[in-house]
């Protein structure tokens, strides 16, 4: 069979992206290291002033109602947190790619940008109940750029999407990643891993992109990570926050009870948890 996608055009496509600004990448990969200090965070952000007018701009927003304006970023930054920061950082760099509607996923616009941020904060909920150590901000951080490879795949793959469908329903395959696989040769978690490859993402955001769909393969150091975001995904399509089509069929990977400690009724806590903060966080940065 012919695919129906150009697999070729979707890596030169991946080669000609545009590199993230330097603070993003510096603050990703700051954010993955383990004992970073707030004073990090500030001393990147602080040389950039469209972000610095951006996060006191959130922070003293009505959501948080706070009495008195934040002047300082740094007790912006401590009040907020890495994780609205990063949500910030990544919002304002690649604002029109998260927020693009995605043809091939029958997804609305800013679909995805909800769903990545859902299983961000349903990644790290997940990490706090991992049975090995799994650092929450990397959890996050992980949730929030897992589908990454949509925002690429998605215009390739819309010639495809009806029949991938079919075949769903037919039951000629058991996931939508297999259909990408079949009609594309190539599916969303590959092409994002690519993509983060290709922006310098650290190894463990790679590891978890490129894994989120299949964490019981991911290299022995990376798997907890990846298994946390797998779980964060399947939640936020439970949620309802989903993008659309490839909600359909979602294979959880049973092995995770290996690596959490929870029983169903926790992950229901765990998902409701996510939805309050997913909330209050949607809200201050006014994703529409
Ligand atoms: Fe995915
Ligand atoms: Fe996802």
Same mark, same amino acid.
């Given at each position: 069979?012919?695919?129906?996608?150009?697999?070729?055009?979707?890596?030169?496509?991946?080669?000609?992206?545009?590199?993230?600004?330097?603070?993003?990448?510096?603050?990703?990969?700051?954010?993955?290291?383990? @004992?970073?200090?707030?004073?990090?965070?500030?001393?990147?952000?602080?040389?950039?002033?469209?972000?610095?007018?951006?996060?006191?701009?959130?922070?003293?927003?009505?959501?948080? @109602?706070?009495?008195?304006? +934040?002047?300082?970023?740094?007790?912006?930054?401590?009040?907020?947190?890495?994780?609205?920061?990063?949500?910030?950082?990544?919002?304002?760099?690649?604002?029109?790619?998260?927020?693009?509607?995605?043809?091939?996923?029958?997804?609305?616009?800013?679909?995805?940008?909800?769903?990545?941020?859902?299983?961000?904060?349903?990644?790290?909920?997940?990490?706090?109940?991992?049975?090995?150590?799994?650092?929450?901000?990397?959890?996050?951080?992980? @949730?929030?750029?897992?589908?990454?490879?949509?925002? +690429?795949?998605?215009?390739?793959?819309?010639?495809?999407?009806?029949?991938?469908?079919?075949?769903?329903?037919?039951?000629?395959?058991?996931?939508?990643?297999?259909?990408?696989?079949?009609?594309?040769?190539?599916?969303?978690?590959? +092409?994002?891993?690519?993509?983060?490859?290709?922006?310098?993402?650290?190894?463990?955001?790679?590891?978890?992109?490129?894994?989120?769909?299949?964490? @019981?393969?991911?290299?022995?150091?990376?798997?907890?990570?990846?298994?946390?975001?797998?779980?964060?995904?399947?939640?936020?399509?439970?949620?309802?926050?989903?993008?659309?089509?490839?909600?359909?069929?979602?294979?959880?990977?049973?092995?995770?009870?290996?690596?959490?400690?929870?029983?169903?009724?926790?992950?229901?806590?765990?998902?409701?948890?996510?939805?309050?903060?997913?909330?209050?966080?949607?809200?201050?940065?006014?994703?529409?």
């Amino acid at each position: 069979m012919t695919p129906k996608v150009d697999s070729q055009a979707v890596r030169q496509a991946i080669e000609v992206l545009p590199l993230l600004s330097p603070s993003v990448t510096q603050l990703l990969q700051t954010l993955a290291r383990d @004992g970073y200090e707030i004073d990090d965070v500030v001393q990147i952000i602080k040389y950039d002033a469209a972000l610095t007018a951006r996060v006191l701009r959130t922070v003293n927003s009505p959501v948080f @109602g706070l009495l008195n304006p +934040v002047t300082s970023l740094e007790r912006a930054i401590s009040y907020l947190g890495e994780r609205v920061i990063i949500s910030i950082v990544l919002a304002d760099q690649c604002g029109d790619m998260f927020t693009r509607p995605l043809p091939g996923y029958d997804a609305q616009q800013s679909a995805l940008w909800r769903h990545d941020l859902f299983c961000a904060f349903a990644s790290r909920e997940m990490a706090g109940h991992a049975r090995l150590a799994c650092e929450p901000g990397l959890a996050f951080t992980a @949730g929030l750029l897992h589908d990454i490879g949509k925002f +690429v795949f998605s215009p390739f793959w819309a010639a495809a999407s009806g029949e991938a469908l079919e075949r769903i329903e037919q039951g000629q395959v058991t996931d939508y990643l297999q259909a990408e696989q079949l009609l594309a040769g190539l599916d969303h978690a590959e +092409v994002g891993f690519a993509m983060a490859r290709h922006w310098q993402f650290p190894e463990a955001l790679q590891a978890a992109i490129r894994y989120h769909h299949a964490p @019981g393969l991911a290299p022995e150091q990376f798997r907890m990570l990846s298994y946390a975001v797998h779980l964060g995904d399947m939640l936020a399509m439970m949620a309802g926050a989903d993008t659309g089509s490839d909600g359909m069929q979602y294979q959880l990977d049973g092995d995770y009870a290996q690596y959490f400690d929870v029983s169903s009724q926790d992950l229901a806590v765990i998902m409701l948890d996510a939805e309050e903060h997913f909330k209050k966080a949607e809200a201050s940065l006014a994703v529409e």
